[in-house]
């Protein structure tokens, strides 16, 4: 927002989302003319982590509108300018508001309720790397910057990429899509698996009433992302069950001590610690494949991803250095990450930077799933609910509450054994909670 020679016509401007250089605009809301008030939202945009809705930081008369659905915007790119009353002019100096993405679900009592991760179809125009390295000539090629990472995000050698349609024969990110469908639908020679066959398209009228809803920018990158995974990582899920009676006993009684507004606590929180008390542990589930497959990277600090539920899709709030707090720490944190979410102010840096991720049924039910890894990282730890069973300890069957989990992994970076053993520590520090005191 800035003052034109104090004329009273003050500019909305696209507000600091985060390290993202370009944002989609799905709608605009404003028009020539509309009286506004402050916070309303003037616009909806999204990236390919979030929707998000951006907001007035100005009350009064729309004079010009500046970008229109389909455009592709930035950080401080001008939305519109807004001719601002004598008395209103006071409100319009509150800074602008960050930009707010799709109210997410609130956080279950034992785990963050997520969608279910399963592969989606394999679409023409999502190229894995198992069709990399799609070599090319060699030649240089006429690209922007931009368009060379879109194409390496992709897989695909920009110097294969002969037909530029931009001026004097630019390379586009539409040319890259129409080189990877071709790719997709014909194969190159040498490249095993890259003639994947597309699911055929089925008229389904005859049947019966039909609608058409499209997906979101979310989910449809999601599942882009989530093929190229499937396709690319020989993944092993491997399933346990942990015995959290005495956890859920000692949890039930820190939150009867808790006073009527003090935050409780969840169970999530002590499976956080004892995922991260596993990590340190075991590095290498702390780790990513270099780019090359010939490296692993090691990190020194311990993120926490969260896969919620939304009504856009999947996204994944990552809670921060979870190794240096405590479980009441962590409870407040993950509380406001959620009041946030259902404000509509999670920001793409909150969902930046994860380490391994937690995907959980725990709020909806089921007894196992097979959750896909969030690459680059190289493994994710699903939780379904808890339930009592019968448990025999040498001389009697006795009642136990146990937790399924389910930890897939990255079969290149974890072999069998290791991810046992991984398990069996977060088992054995779920089971004995005493365990991550050492």
């Known amino acids: 927002m800035t003052d034109n020679n104090k004329t009273g016509l003050f500019e909305i401007k696209v507000p600091d989302v985060g390290n993202v250089p370009s944002i989609d605009v799905v709608e605009v809301l404003i028009k020539v003319g509309d009286v506004i008030e402050l916070e309303q939202t003037v616009a909806t945009v999204e990236t390919d982590k979030a929707s998000m809705e951006l907001p007035s930081n100005a009350a009064g008369t729309v004079k010009e509108v500046f970008i229109k659905p389909g455009d592709k915007v930035a950080e401080g790119a001008l939305i519109a300018t ?59 090629a006429h690209a922007s910057p931009s368009v ?21 024969g630019r390379i586009l990110k539409d040319d890259v899509k129409n080189f990877v469908k071709k790719v997709m639908a014909e194969g190159l020679p040498g490249t095993a698996g890259a003639g994947i066959p597309s699911i055929p398209a089925v008229d389904f009228s005859p049947f019966g009433a039909t609608e058409v809803q499209k997906l979101s920018k979310i989910k449809r990158l999601t599942g882009q992302n989530l093929t190229r995974v499937w396709l690319n990582l020989p993944m092993v899920t491997y399933h346990e069950e942990a015995d959290i009676t005495d956890m859920e006993a000692f949890r039930n009684a820190l939150n009867a001590e808790k006073g009527k507004d003090e ?33 692993l990277i090691l990190k020194k600090y311990f993120n926490i991803g969260i896969a919620v539920d939304t009504p856009n899709g999947l996204v994944v709030p990552v809670l921060r250095d979870v190794n240096t707090k405590s479980i009441n720490q962590l409870a407040v944190e993950l509380a406001e990450k959620s009041a946030k979410a259902r404000q509509g102010k999670l920001m793409p840096a909150d969902m930046q930077g994860g380490c391994l991720t937690i995907s959980s049924l725990g709020g909806i039910g089921g007894t ?33 509450l146990m937790l399924p989990l389910d930890l897939t992994y990255d079969h290149r970076v974890i072999d069998g054994a290791e991810g046992a053993r991984f398990m069996a520590v977060i088992k054995q520090n ?9």
């Open 82 to 140: 807004v001719m601002v009353a004598e008395s209103g002019q006071g409100a319009a100096e509150k800074p602008a508001a960050p930009a707010t993405p799709a109210v997410a679900s609130p956080v279950p009592e034992v785990a963050v309720a997520a969608a279910p991760v399963t592969p989606p179809p394999a679409p023409k125009a999502a190229v894995a790397e198992t069709v990399a390295p799609i070599s090319g000539t060699g030649a240089k």
């Open 148 to 168: 060379r990472l879109f194409a390496r995000e992709l897989g695909v050698d920009i110097g294969k990429v002969t037909a530029g349609s931009g001026r004097k």
């Open 368 to 400: 196992a799933f097979t959750p896909i890894v969030n690459a680059p990282e190289v493994a994710i730890l699903g939780v379904t609910r808890a339930k009592m069973q019968p448990v025999w300890n040498g001389k009697e069957f006795i009642p136990r």
């Open 263 to 295: 935050i409780k606590i969840t169970g999530l929180m002590f499976i956080i610690k004892a995922l991260v008390a596993a990590m340190q542990q075991f590095p290498s589930f702390n780790a990513s494949l270099s780019s090359d497959g010939e490296s």
């Open 430 to 438: 779920l089971s004995d909670i005493r365990r991550l005191l050492l």
